[in-house]
């Protein structure tokens, strides 16, 4: 093996360097009978990402603007509650945050459906301890996802 080659195994991660050496992983959401492509398929972190983002950044708006009048130490915290409540109560009711509303994304149980309030709590609480989002299947969930038994996927 040339070292150009290990090196670029390395840098791809460990799906291509299975594929690569003749495993069939199949595309992300085969398991669970999701599309390849298109509405209802697996949403990519780079979307996952900006829908985070603009939703931690409202949070921090709103915990700005509306609860400590000014940035301080405990806008942080106070913007993690509102990022909780905001997640619990627009996920469990309309299925998505603004953010994931805005990059066209849902949460969806992994068996179809409509998705059951307190899946929606587990789900959002484990996101906000962010260590289990860091974590991924290889379809691309995260553990919080795995746990709540839960899909994000595109609309």
């Known amino acids: 093996m040339d070292n150009r080659q290990a090196i670029g195994s390395w840098l791809s991660g460990p ?16 398991q669970l009978g999701l599309p390849e492509h298109g509405p209802g398929s697996i949403a990519r972190p780079g979307r996952r990402l900006g829908a985070l983002v603009v939703d931690w950044a409202l949070c921090m708006l709103i915990a ?5 009048d000014g940035y301080g130490q405990a806008t942080g915290n106070w913007a993690l509650l509102v990022f909780f409540a905001l997640g619990v109560l627009t996920v469990g009711t309309v299925g998505s945050t603004p953010g ?3 990059f066209g994304l849902r949460i969806v149980p992994e068996g179809g459906g409509r ?6 709590l587990l789900r959002t609480a484990l996101l906000c301890v962010a260590v289990p989002a860091l ?10 996802d795995r746990l709540a038994r839960t899909v994000e996927v595109r609309v």
């Open 135 to 144: 974590i991924w299947d290889r379809d691309g969930r995260g553990l919080h």
């Open 115 to 120: 998705l059951n309030p307190l899946r929606a």
């Open 15 to 30: 799906r291509a360097a299975m594929e690569d050496s003749g495993a069939a992983l199949g595309f992300r959401g085969e």
């Open 64 to 68: 700005y603007g509306l609860l400590t």
């Open 100 to 102: 994931k509303r805005l």
